[in-house]
């Protein structure tokens, strides 16, 4: 066990891509914790979707041993957060663990919108709070300005930044040694009954839900009974140890420090994320704050290709939700889907991560259907609804009016590409809020309705500037507006995967898009298909896939069967490929296409 004194518990915080995985790399090779042999980049990405796309999902933790220059071991404890708006939970989780954070912000680009939402996480979290200004290395990198910068838009003293290249490893040894003199050492009761907040739990194959601990008073042993508070459900500890960032056994753990343990829990119900742990006998009375639970703000349904699968996507989801405290579900039926499940997330790139983990993880192809928000509907006999899916909105006669969610979208973007995003938040049906400068870029905060953002607005806004726009939100209130249903009618029926919600100035232009873009996006068939966009009885714009036939024995005469059954085998497993949809082939693409806005 360590001496509280010598401990340092600390996140890393920064806009995507500011270099906080290549920092904390270097601050485990400084340390020594990890062979130079076993060193690789990103060592704290494990998943391989963190690798692929270059962005830290889950925030992780490791151990460092550190000899300050005063000839003193210290222990730090390091938490390397996602930097993604769509992540934000899990930054606010991994703030409440610890007490203070490195800022990291790019010497070449400044202060960009996450760096905001990050840092004021931290100042909410009464964090002590070290700048670092990374990427000097870079010939583009101005010090200076970004250091005033941080002053003038964050508001805190950048007089004492450290200038660091995470690449080279340049002022590494000043950052530990900045971590020692300016955060604060935790502060705990090792007499007091044993408190410890849970921060994060995941599913292991072989140990059951591994729980991640961070020890607040008292001492947790092996061989320990200990109570959640949540549930009052008991367990016995049977494995305690730390990262480094493998797993090594230790025997306890003190006020301060943050482990895992792994006690046999089989039910993910049991392991809830912001939970006080106890022991049984002798617990303290007073459990921790806990956290706020995530409100999701995108929905969309989840369904097995294979719909002899269910069982397995019910089990997937489970154990991922218990993964990613952000991520809610409840079940829902559909009559073209069959049985999937209607889930919750924080943002667009959350979804596609947990349909890409399910897919991956778990090894079950998935039909996504369109993302939604939360519509608030008040009938006509005073009744209230909250509408998930569009599918399930009731008849228009009964409904007196509906508000939708509108968030605080803040948007810093060079001077240059100001006009595009004014017009890009206009076209959403935005409203200006402010406009203000830091330095030579623009901050623009505008009113607009979540609906427009949850899509493809992200891409819209990066592709218009270029990549240099940095985009941050936060919910408003609900908001009365006319909206409509539009619906999509393949062949005839309806596809409730494409079913939307939309203003109704608009519902006439956006249907007209989708009707145009699903006749390319949906394979001919050996039948005339109409497409048709309709809102509520009224058809309001529609176009017509030709029919064609295919015959793939033509160059086949005479001769052996076998070969035209071969041929017919093959054009059997093609056919397969698209997703079966009534009775037209939709290819799972043709979704997710149809309904991203393009100008």
């Not at 427009?452 to 609900?478: C, H, N, P, T, W």
Request: with cysteine; proline share 4%.
């Amino acid at each position: 066990m360590t001496e509280i004194s010598k401990i340092r518990n600390f996140s890393i915080v920064a806009h995507i891509d500011h270099g906080k995985s290549t920092l904390a790399d270097r601050l485990i090779q400084e340390t020594g914790t990890v062979s130079q042999r076993d060193m690789k980049e990103q060592l704290l990405d494990t998943m391989d979707i963190e690798r692929e796309r270059g962005i830290t999902i889950k925030a992780n933790t490791v151990r460092l041993d550190y000899l300050s220059d005063d000839g003193q071991d210290y222990v730090l404890n390091l938490i390397d957060t996602p930097g993604h708006v769509d992540f934000a939970y899990e930054v606010s989780r991994s703030m409440r663990a610890v007490e203070g954070s490195l800022l990291v912000v790019d010497s070449t680009q400044g202060v960009e919108a996450q760096t905001l939402a990050n840092v004021y996480q931290a100042i909410d979290a009464d964090h002590e709070i070290v700048p670092i200004l990374n990427k000097i290395d870079l010939p583009a990198s101005d010090c200076d300005k970004v250091a005033e910068q941080i002053e003038d838009v964050i508001g805190i003293d950048a007089s004492g930044a450290i200038f660091v290249s995470a690449k080279t490893g340049q002022g590494i040894h000043q950052t530990l040694e900045a971590i020692i003199s300016m955060l604060p050492p935790p502060v705990g009761d090792p007499k007091a009954p044993l408190k410890a907040m849970l921060v994060d739990s995941w599913y292991d194959a072989y140990l059951g839900v591994i729980v991640l601990v961070r020890v607040v008073d008292g001492f947790l042993k092996k061989g320990d009974r200990v109570r959640m508070m949540s549930n009052n459900s008991v367990h016995h500890v049977e494995k305690i140890g730390v990262f480094r960032p493998e797993m090594e056994a230790v025997d306890l753990l003190g006020p301060g420090e943050i482990g895992f343990i792994t006690a046999s829990i089989k039910q993910v119900r049991d392991t809830r994320v912001g939970d006080t742990i106890t022991h049984e006998k002798n617990g303290t009375l007073v459990a921790l704050d806990g956290f706020k639970p995530s409100q999701p703000v995108v929905f969309c349904g989840l369904f097995p290709i294979d719909s002899s699968l269910f069982e397995d996507l019910r089990d997937s989801i489970e154990k991922l939700s218990l993964n990613d405290a952000s991520f809610s579900y409840e079940m829902e039926t559909s009559a073209a889907l069959g049985f999937g499940f209607r889930c919750g997330f924080l943002g667009l790139l959350h979804l596609e991560v947990v349909r890409d983990r399910v897919e991956r993880e778990f090894d079950i192809e998935l039909i996504t259907t369109a993302p939604s928000v939360i519509y608030h509907i008040y009938m006509r006999d005073e009744k209230f609804i909250e509408l998930h899916n569009p599918a399930d909105m009731p008849d228009l006669t009964h409904v007196d009016h509906m508000e939708e969610p509108r968030i605080k979208a803040t948007i810093l973007v060079p001077d240059e590409y100001l006009g595009d995003v004014l017009k890009l938040c206009q076209d959403r049906r935005g409203i200006q809020l402010e406009l203000t400068y830091a330095g030579s870029r623009a901050m623009v905060v505008y009113d607009l309705p979540l609906n427009e953002v949850v899509f493809d607005f992200y891409d819209r806004l990066k592709s218009i500037s270029k990549g240099y726009a940095s985009f941050d939100y936060q919910m408003l209130e609900y908001r009365t507006d006319n909206l409509v249903k539009l619906q999509v009618l393949v062949n005839d029926e309806p596809v409730d995967a494409l079913s939307i919600m939309v203003h109704r100035d608009r519902a006439e232009q956006r249907g007209r898009i989708m009707c145009e873009k699903l006749k390319d996006l949906i394979p001919r068939h050996m039948f005339k298909i109409p497409i048709q966009a309709a809102i509520g009885g009224r058809i309001v714009a529609r176009e017509t896939l030709a029919a064609m036939r295919k015959d793939v024995t033509a160059k086949c005469y005479g001769g052996d069967v076998t070969r035209k059954k071969k041929l017919l085998e093959k054009q059997k497993a093609g056919k397969k490929k698209m997703r079966q949809f009534g009775k037209v082939n939709i290819p799972q693409e043709a979704f997710i296409s149809a309904l991203k806005m393009d100008n």
